[in-house]
């Protein structure tokens, strides 16, 4: 039986969890408005004023001055995920297939390269492809000398194996949920192995293969390291046109921050479209 006294201390129980809860994510909500919000704010104010203070939309068309830039990040953004998709689903699918055990042993191995500094990974990289390097090497054996580095193919390289995991993890969650019953019933309805995989194994990963074109996407649109470490002064990404602008000889922070804005709201623009594809997905 429901009474007037149960009903009032329910009632202060959630009060108290109210309370607690708010009390524990100040510290979250400190540190997200020191080091995300406030940045962004300067960020915004940069934008929009000029090394007088003055306001100013001028910034803005800066962009037009990396068009070719802007446009070099999108395409080799869109062929490092395109390549990671490539790469990627056939080893989520075949993880999926191993045993429980087996799985979590791949994955952790999958994992242990997001572990790595990213850095050490690019100097790495940078002594495999250079003249005298491991690639090269191969080659002069054939009498070809084929130095990669300061490449376009470096810097996709480059992309490709810091994002890889990013599209493995994804697309393997995906697949891992998968309900065997729905692949047994089709095998009883005669469906065969390239039939289960287009029309029921894919379609259910889909939200998988969206969020992993996304994660692998974005970084590599906004990434600067590897353009400036791989791809030498005729392959610079907009992500290093930012850089220079804050740090490098080109220092225009009013500019730099614009560009960032336009960067920021490009990714936004396709992180929400990608969004929606997974919502209309899973309720399809």
Known sequence: MITAH???NFLMKKRRFAINLKIFSMPYAVWLFLFSVLPMVFVLYYSITNSENNFTLENFFEIKNYSRTFVRSIVFSSISTLISFLLG???AYAISKLSKKLQKIVIVGVILQMWISFLLIIYSLMT????NGIINKFFNIFGID??????KIAVIIGMVYGSLPYMILPIYSS???LDVKIIEAAQDLGAGKLKIFTKIIFPLSTPGVLSGFLMVFAPNMSS??????LGGSENVLIGEVIELKFLGGQY??????AIAIILMFFIIICTSV??????YKSEK
């Open 175 to 177: 697949l891992s949920k």
């Open 146 to 151: 084929c130095p990669i580095i300061n490449t």
């Open 224 to 229: 600067f390291i590897i353009s400036k470490m």
């Open 274 to 279: 990608v969004g929606y594809l997974i919502y």
């Open 6 to 8: 149960s009903v009032t």
């Open 89 to 91: 689903y056939p080893a």
């Open 252 to 257: 225009n922070p009013w500019s730099g921050s």
């Open 128 to 131: 495999i492809m250079e003249s």
